[in-house]
């Protein structure tokens, strides 16, 4: 079945650049989302990169997909505290409505 | 616009008891998804809910159900409820229009608790 995978945790400091990577199974993937937990709350949907683009600039999120190896990465430039959060790498399959999510990685910024 | 909403936020049962969750879609957005959040197995889909119909269901006993209303909200229950119930649940709406590319947007979740 659909797997995805990311690393459990990242911690930068202020002002740096975060990068957090996922890589997936599915090699029907149609849509690849990037989420954004806080403590205590829903999901916040941050962009997502549809599987024929290979880049994809929001602000100061950039989103790389490398189909060829199923490798997706969110760029988070200037991060600040309140980028502290859990991300999770989502996929959608064709012919699938569902989401299938990574187990999320936890983004730790330092002042 | 109004994001997703679910009430209650946070529910205690005991177990054995049946509980219902209430989820209100963006206005607009016809499909409705439920997902689990547990430590342990992260984020499980439930069922998806489309047009008064359940479209999609994920690998979980009958002891999970849901419905929809011709208004697209929806309710998703759980009877005969075990310890290992203890989750969040989280709801999703997505407008699911042709030029859409199916983005699904959460709400706050209903935290609850098996006792």
């Known amino acids: 079945g659909e797997d995805v995978e990311q690393s459990l945790f990242l911690s930068v400091r202020e002002g740096d650049s975060s990068v957090i990577n996922c890589t997936y199974t599915?090699?029907?993937?149609?849509?690849l989302y990037w989420y954004k937990q806080e403590p205590g709350a829903g999901l916040q949907l941050l962009t997502y990169?549809?599987?024929?683009?290979d880049m994809k600039q929001d602000q100061r999120l950039t989103v790389l997909l490398n189909k060829k190896d199923k490798h997706l990465s969110l760029r988070i430039a200037d991060t600040q505290t309140g980028d502290s959060a859990i991300y999770f790498c989502?996929?959608?399959?064709?012919?699938?409505?569902?989401?299938?999510f990574g187990s999320g990685t936890r983004l730790q910024v330092q002042p | 616009k109004a994001g997703v909403t679910q009430t209650p936020r946070y529910l205690i049962k005991t177990r054995g008891q049946q509980v219902t969750l209430s989820c209100s879609p963006i206005?607009?957005?016809?499909?409705v998804s439920w997902y689990q959040q547990t430590p342990g197995q992260g984020l499980q889909f439930l069922f998806e809910?489309?047009?008064?119909?359940?479209?999609n269901k994920g690998n979980f006993p009958g002891r999970f159900s849901g419905r929809q209303f011709s208004n697209s909200r929806s309710e998703m229950n759980v009877s005969t409820l075990e310890l290992g119930d203890s989750a969040l649940y989280l709801c999703?709406?997505?407008?699911?229009?042709?030029?859409?590319?199916?983005?699904?947007?959460f709400g706050p979740g209903t935290r609850l608790t098996v006792t």
């Open positions: 206005s607009g957005h016809r499909s």
């Open positions: 599915d090699s029907s993937s149609t849509y």
């Open positions: 809910y489309f047009s008064e119909t359940q479209r």
């Open positions: 990169i549809f599987s024929n683009m």
């Open positions: 999703a709406s997505s407008p699911l229009s042709a030029s859409s590319s199916y983005e699904q947007y």
């Open positions: 989502a996929e959608k399959s064709t012919g699938r409505r569902a989401l299938t």
